[in-house]
């Protein structure tokens, strides 16, 4: 799956194309499953041309889950034939190159694998970011989708209260995650302080709340958002470079094992559908992950 020029999912093409190959440090798998991010349509779009810009034709998607079938020089700890999932490029495709992976948690499928890796990394990274600590209140804006899933049931494993908006059809949903649940739209904001002090907030929908979440907390410094690109002219950091996949690759394992994470799959898709899967995903009201199914 590619694109040769920016604009809307109708830009998206199925084609053939030369199959990747894995160099230094690096594995390669035959795709079972391919996460869809924000980022992804995102990119798509040009959104981020003037900080990272790309040349096209540029391939698609940065999640999979698949099995090694070749591993680069360097590389130890992994063998052809491996169940892995991780971080890579272009990997709404058959084959993709992956720079960090891990085995597959036991009783995952591929489908559920391929949602974790660059929600896991963005939820711990947001959440170490913004300062909250055990004890403390964090609210989390848009808290449904997968980034959302992640971050609740990483501050309930870390005894920190959070509070999730979302639409009223996913109430429920939050409350699974470890939430306490309320609704965005008219009155959100008083409808949070009936709630009580928040210490921390997360703006993960980019629905134009960050003025209210400053408010809430009192300081600027204490709101990250990754959907908003405007939140830096209101004091608030954008954080958009990811840290260590390894090191979150790792951590999902551990939580996974545990029992402390889940994320279900919403809706899969072909990749003749991937431009369905992001209209879906850029349409927001998402209940945990979209995928992409090989």
Request: hydrophobic content about 45%.
């Amino acid at each position: 799956m590619s694109f040769a020029e920016f604009g809307g999912p109708d830009v998206l093409r199925l084609l053939d194309a030369e199959e990747p190959h894995a160099g230094p440090g690096q594995v390669r798998i035959a795709v079972r499953a391919a996460g869809v991010n924000p980022v992804d349509w995102r990119i798509r779009e040009g959104q981020f041309q003037k900080v990272h810009p790309i040349e096209l034709p540029a391939g698609v998607g940065q999640d999979a889950s698949g099995v090694v079938d070749e591993v680069g020089e360097g590389v130890e700890g992994v063998e052809v034939g491996d169940h892995v999932f991780g971080e890579g490029s272009n990997t709404y495709a058959e084959f993709a190159v992956l720079s960090a992976w891990a085995r597959m948690p036991e009783g995952l499928t591929f489908e559920e694998a391929a949602g974790y890796p660059s929600v896991v990394e963005t939820a711990l990274r947001i959440i170490r970011q913004v300062g909250v600590r055990p004890g403390q209140t964090l609210l989390v804006s848009g808290a449904s989708g997968g980034v959302g899933s992640a971050v609740l049931q990483i501050a309930r494993d870390r005894g920190i209260t959070a509070i999730g908006t979302a639409g009223a059809a996913n109430q429920d949903y939050l409350r699974s995650m470890g939430a306490v649940a309320t609704t965005y739209g008219e009155g959100w904001a008083d409808r949070v302080r009936q709630l009580g002090h928040v210490d921390a907030a997360l703006d993960l929908a980019g629905s134009g709340v960050i003025r209210e979440l400053v408010e809430l907390t009192g300081d600027p410094q204490k709101v990250i958002s990754i959907a908003d690109l405007g939140a830096p002219d209101l004091g608030v950091r954008f954080s958009g470079v990811a840290g260590s996949m390894p090191e979150a690759l790792a951590e999902a394992v551990t939580l996974i094992a545990r029992g402390r994470l889940h994320i279900p799959v919403e809706k899969t898709y072909t990749l003749a559908e991937a431009a369905e899967a992001h209209i879906d995903s850029q349409a927001g009201h998402t209940r945990g992950r979209r995928v992409v199914v090989v």
